[in-house]
């Protein structure tokens, strides 16, 4: 028999959120999933890497930012039109599992969870070397701070959707607002023509400094495989799409809107910063826009902006941590990672995919221990990997999804992919040349290449020992009575049959 729906308390009963099919709540609002989206668009890469990045290949940043910016929309897209068919928390592997089989679906998983694995040791590390800029904290071991961050985070996904979205707004609020102060700053400093750092601002110091290309176009092209990962998370508004109490109408918002805040706070930001300061001001290891204020004399800006960067390192981890427990579970209904896997908490939380994730960021914590200087790059270069694997099964599901649909088989959407299927073949395309460039980043991202054949040898090793007979009885397929009344009283507009 089924099981039934915890009918344990739980506050989120009272917004009249109704269970989806895999036994989830819908619990994301319209502004948490408004930021959501937003906070999956802007994260480390921006505000720490773009120093880096700067000092590599100039003001042809802003360019390569808007090109991975356009192909990482129409996976969005994609993501969106895949979400309008069937609306699910278990994202990407239930659309692979639907449309291109149960093989598929496991590499697609295993994909992501390898990248949102090796993702949240990066962040946790993060948290704890931001913590180590303030001299009142050198006394304190940095897997302190690492075990610390993790523990907040894996209490907040523990309790609740709601906790989640809650957290994840705020931490959004933070990176937005830090933006939109740079971008108010720097653009009355630039049309005042007040001086900077001793220079005066415009569009002199590109021309002065080398031009668009100072390093040839390139070092910008080999950077491409660098940028993308910048972007990554963005897909996540589609797995949240799932616990979302109004998806048909909130979703499509939400991803629209992706396209003017990547232009907006990456192309539009990074043109700032080289108009403001001549880009070989910028600096590997530095924030840009710590960078730019301290050039203006502000006193207290560096405490400020690494507030802002921790934040940013905590949001991720966050969003990680909410995103591989429910793709590990969707793993495990399909048969294709372990029966336990599929357990449930009271709060309708996959509880046994969250704390094992956990139990892979705790080797992170001891990892800080001994390899506290070589950590962070280790893995950040392992999930570079994993997430573009993940985006191209996004697309290759859209396509079967498209072809479906042309063959009458399949209802249309409300929202397709503008341009397909010619716009999806272009961005898988581009993923590929995206993956033979980053064979040419050496040393970092040649190794990251060479470790493809292992990859695919763990790959084909996990699916002879986990793969089993999918236990849809793991899945609440009946609402009790008491809900159903309750729910289609309290909101009937958003209550959704269960497929």
Not at 78 to 93: D, I, K, N, Q, Y
Request: aromatic share 10%.
């Amino acid at each position: 028999m089924p099981q039934s729906a915890p009918s344990s308390p739980d506050p989120q009963h009272k917004t009249g959120s109704t269970l989806t099919s895999e036994g989830y709540h819908r619990g994301l609002g319209k502004r948490q999933m408004q930021m959501i989206s937003i906070g999956g668009a802007i994260g480390t890469g921006l505000f720490l890497g773009a120093g880096a990045r700067l000092q590599q290949i100039g003001p042809s940043l802003a360019l390569v930012y808007l090109l991975c910016g356009v192909f990482a929309f129409l996976m969005l897209r994609a993501m969106g039109e895949l979400v309008m068919h069937r609306p699910t928390s278990g994202s990407f592997v239930s659309y692979a599992q639907e449309f291109l089989g149960p093989k598929a679906s496991y590499i697609a998983g295993s994909m992501a969870f390898m990248n949102w694995a090796m993702a949240g040791i990066a962040d946790i590390t993060a948290v704890a070397l931001y913590m180590h800029f303030w001299g009142t904290f050198d006394a304190i071991p940095q897997w302190v701070f690492a075990l610390v961050a993790l523990l907040l985070i894996t209490g907040m996904n523990m309790i609740g959707v709601r906790w989640f979205g809650e957290m994840e707004f705020w931490f959004s609020i933070i990176k937005v607002g830090a933006l939109v102060a740079f971008l108010i700053v720097g653009s009355a400093v630039l049309g005042l023509r007040m001086p900077v750092g001793g220079q005066m601002p415009g569009f002199h110091l590109i021309s002065e400094n080398g031009g668009i290309f100072p390093h040839g176009v390139l070092p910008a092209l080999v950077l491409v495989q660098g940028v993308v990962f910048a972007y990554a998370a963005i897909e996540l508004v589609g797995t949240a799409a799932g616990e979302c109490e109004d998806v048909e109408t909130v979703l499509p918002k939400a991803i629209n809107t992706v396209m003017w805040r990547i232009a907006l706070f990456y192309v539009g930001t990074i043109t700032l910063l080289v108009l403001l300061l001549p880009w070989n001001s910028y600096k590997a290891g530095v924030s840009p826009f710590v960078t730019f204020f301290a050039n203006l004399g502000i006193p207290g800006i560096d405490s400020i902006m690494n507030i802002v960067v921790l934040t940013a390192a905590l949001s991720s981890l966050n969003s990680g941590l909410y995103s591989t427990g429910r793709i590990l579970r969707a793993l495990a209904l399909d048969g294709s990672a372990p029966r336990y896997l599929t357990r449930m908490n009271r709060n309708a939380i996959p509880s046994a995919a969250i704390l094992t994730t956990v139990s892979i960021y705790l080797v992170g914590v001891v990892l800080n221990y001994f390899l506290p200087a070589q950590i962070f790059e280790i893995v950040l270069n392992i999930s570079s990997i994993g997430i573009l694997g993940t985006w191209t099964f996004i697309v290759l599901c859209q396509i079967k999804l498209r072809q479906g649909i042309k063959a009458g088989r399949i209802p249309a959407t409300s929202f397709p992919m503008p341009g397909a299927p010619v716009t999806a073949w272009l961005t898988l395309a581009f993923y590929a040349v995206v993956l033979v460039m980053m064979a040419f980043d050496y040393p970092n991202g040649t190794w990251s290449f060479c470790a493809l054949p292992v990859i695919a040898c763990l790959l084909v090793i996990g699916w002879k020992v986990f793969r089993h007979t999918p236990d849809h009885d793991a899945v609440p397929q009946t609402v009790p009575s008491i809900q159903l009344t309750e729910d289609l009283l309290e909101a009937p507009q958003t209550f959704r049959k269960p497929r």
